[in-house]
């Protein structure tokens, strides 16, 4: 296979990257070792939409962040992606913390955030009735948001593919070599030749790194562990509520979902663990107890799922982005829990690198839209149709047409965890105990892990 | 809007019944709302024999016994494939079908939503989240439904009567379960139940035992437990969670109807009312979980007391009597006692203890004692009161405790 750019990493980031060039008139593959997209760090996050108002100043995170955020909101109708438009609260529960609110909020100006304000006791519990009394007070950040984290970064795979961009999954980078002006890479389905490859390999990149050269950093992953509450927990909490940072973590938080939940994490655990973290029954329930601490309504509310994500964390904080002009080689690594956010500017940031070193990019006169399903609880769902047909998952109501869809075209789900994240069928309150079975019907011989076998007759 | 005497939410054992029993006496105008493609409920996909026996005076597999429910609910009109989404105030039922979204409406609607075991997830069990960790409910349907074997070597987890389903459908699958853990002592199913899993179905059974971990990824590859014996880790492809059943109550939360978070079901009185004398609710939405029979007799339990209210036999109730569990009572449902009480009880007074112990069961009015026994109380056993509800119209609230409790 032969094209202009490689791109290794299905991730958000990847894909991204592989929209912007795709649609800047670049033929680009996006090779993913995983049965499907976001098989890595992108398929466990907490979905938010950030304003960067917390993010290093004069960082080039915060630079990726502001322009994925106005991106995000320029294109997100076009592509059908959701906004849930909770705002978020750094609320302050000790004098300590109340006593560092200025600073916050000098640090989101100073980022450009400039409708961050601060608010008293009393109007942050106007605000946030569900929230447990004793608060202090908190900065309102208006523009932090809720969205759909997975159906994002599927509708930039679609609109890259539409145009042009091929996605290969199950393809597992083994090595590459220079050779002349164009990299070969020797992949576990086949050869890939193409002159710039681009490592956003997220949780490996630093093994990724290593064809081109000894890697300046090493990928420390660093885990955090959700717990997800039941849908009927949603009015019981309005904005992000997020917790006064320390210099190690952002910290707990609790939000709403675009699928209608309310969802409290992440931890932040240093692992060695690369692949499928574990979560921890002792965490779960230090996460549940902590949740109900700050919002008490969640007391009377069961946990639907459980999971977690890993960042791919380095020895730094900023990102590590970077070109290797005369080895046609662009480095994407480092990015971590802002990855959601800011992949729509990180993306341009690399086009930018790409136009400078390697070639020009010619944007499409008249650029494919690809709108996905719309899988938020604010938005029209098709269940609410003049004539769904069959409601499948009954806890999330998915329809048949939902998941027949979502296992074709041209992106089919690859494995059972990209149907989930396509159509939300298996992740509500009853985890499959009603439509498990109806799934697999449906899965049955077209996923490779929906390994039930079929009954001798 | 179109309206009903009577619409029925849920077509299991319990729904089924209260449509028969509808029709029996004389309400012409009832629909059976059910979100899957069969109606039936949870004995669909129990195939092993068992059912019927109180209410036909036959033993029947699930299924029989789900087609014979149908069968005797055919005065009714049962609309399968059509989800409730949300009830609301004067009896406006929210409905989405295959023909798309409508609001019904009703003189009385019963909640017959049945009840689900607990997942994994919910159980908050530590390790990998691999493919092969199913309920027993998924693992029936994947079975007898779709055909399909979902493993070849499992490990059961709890040891209600459900795990003993697992066992019989895994066997029926080709499969093996290589042990089966109870987390407490003693095995929660009644009779030779332990001697029947090693003997019969050859499963390891492992009492006081903890999964630690879920091992694999993709798919399961083991389990580590922790038991009186130690650690270890037991190879398997799939886990089954099997009982603590939950009440589906989703339809209930957000409604304006109170929910008990003691037993996880809907407050109702003596007449399976709610909290709103428009609702009804019978079956193992009341609580988690009685068999196919006594969901069956509630369903039918409550058409009575529909009929009754509909015809003016049964007046609202004037005030109740609200029953609070204290100490090692979980819960006690029906949760109040209507007054005026005319018509014997629909219900039985139903309580459950969190562990087992022996002493004076009572129900105690302002530090007098209304009634009391000595028993010996097992946690998942259904232990009945039998109230004196026409004394206790003076009574706000009584608690009901176990006096002098000695733990077993």
Known sequence: MQCDVAIIGGGVVGLAILRRLSMGGVTAVLLEKGADILSGASKGNSALLHTGFDAPPGSLELACMRAGYAEYLEIRERLNLPLVETGGLVVAWTPAEAARLPAILAQAHGNGVVDAALMDAPALHAREPGLAPGALGAVLVPGEHVIDGWSAPLAYAHQAMAHGAAILRGCTVEGGEREGDAWVLATSRGEVRAPVVINAAGLYADHVERIARTPPFTIRPRKGQFVVFDKTAWPLVNAIILPVPTERTKGVLVCRTAYGNVLAGPTAEDVDERESPTVDEAVLEWLVRKARALVPGLAGHGVNAVYAGLRPATESKDYRIEALADRGWITVAGIRSTGLTGSLGIASHVAGLYARHFGALREAPVPVWTPVPNLCETGQRPWQAAAPGEVVCHCELVTRHEIEAALSGPLPAGDLGGLKRRTRCLMGRCQGFYCGWRVMQLAAGRLPDACAEPLAP | ?408
Do not use: K
């Open chain 2, 1 to 408: 809007m179109s309206a009903h005497e009577v619409i029925i939410v849920g077509g299991g054992p319990a729904g089924l019944a209260a449509a028969a029993e509808l029709h029996r006496l004389g309400i012409r105008d009832t629909v059976v709302l059910e979100r899957e493609q069969h109606a039936g409920g949870v004995p669909r996909h129990c195939r092993h024999r068992g059912f019927g026996w109180v209410e036909f005076r036959r033993i029947l597999t699930g299924p029989a016994y789900a087609q014979r429910l149908l069968e005797h609910a055919a005065g009714a009109v049962v609309r399968t494939g059509t989800t409730v989404t949300a009830i609301g105030s004067g009896g406006a039922v929210q409905v989405a079908g295959p023909g798309g979204r409508e609001t019904l409406r009703a003189a009385r609607v019963l909640l017959a939503t049945g009840a689900r075991e607990t997942p994994r997830a919910a159980r908050l069990v530590s390790g990998t989240r691999p493919w092969g960790v199913f309920t027993t409910g998924t693992l029936q349907q994947m079975v007898y439904l779709a055909g399909l074997r979902p493993c070849r070597r499992a490990v059961v987890v709890g040891s209600e009567l459900v795990a003993f389903s697992s066992l019989l459908t895994l066997r029926h699958a080709g499969a093996r379960a290589v042990a089966l853990l109870e987390e407490s002592g003693t095995v929660l199913a009644p009779g030779p139940a332990r001697l029947v899993a090693r003997a019969v179905f050859g499963t390891r059974v492992i009492t006081g035992a903890r999964v630690v971990a879920i091992q694999g990824a993709p798919r399961v590859t083991g389990v580590e437990i922790e038991h009186p014996g130690g650690r270890e880790t037991i190879a398997c492809d799939g886990v089954v969670f099997s009982g603590r059943f939950v009440p589906e109550t989703a339809l209930l939360r957000p409604s304006h109807l109170e929910v008990d978070p003691g037993c996880g079901g809907p407050v109702v009185d003596q007449y399976a009312r709610t909290t709103d004398p428009i609702y009804l609710a019978a079956g193992n939405l009341l609580r988690p979980v009685e068999a196919s029979w006594t969901a069956w007799a509630e369903g039918r339990a409550a058409a009575r007391v529909i009929a009754a209210s509909l015809r003016g036999t049964l007046p609202e109730a004037h005030h109740h009597t609200r029953l609070e569990p204290a100490g090692s009572v979980r819960y006690i449902s029906p949760q109040r006692i209507a007054h005026p009480a005319p018509l014997p009880a629909a219900l039985p007074f139903n309580l459950r203890v969190d562990h087992p112990l022996r002493g004076r069961l009572r129900v105690m009015a302002d530090s007098r004692e209304l009634w009391g026994e000595r028993r010996t109380l097992l946690p998942e056993r259904r232990v009945l009161l039998p109230l004196p509800a026409g004394r206790m119209a003076a009574v706000a609230e009584a608690m009901v405790e176990v006096a002098d409790p000695v733990a077993l």
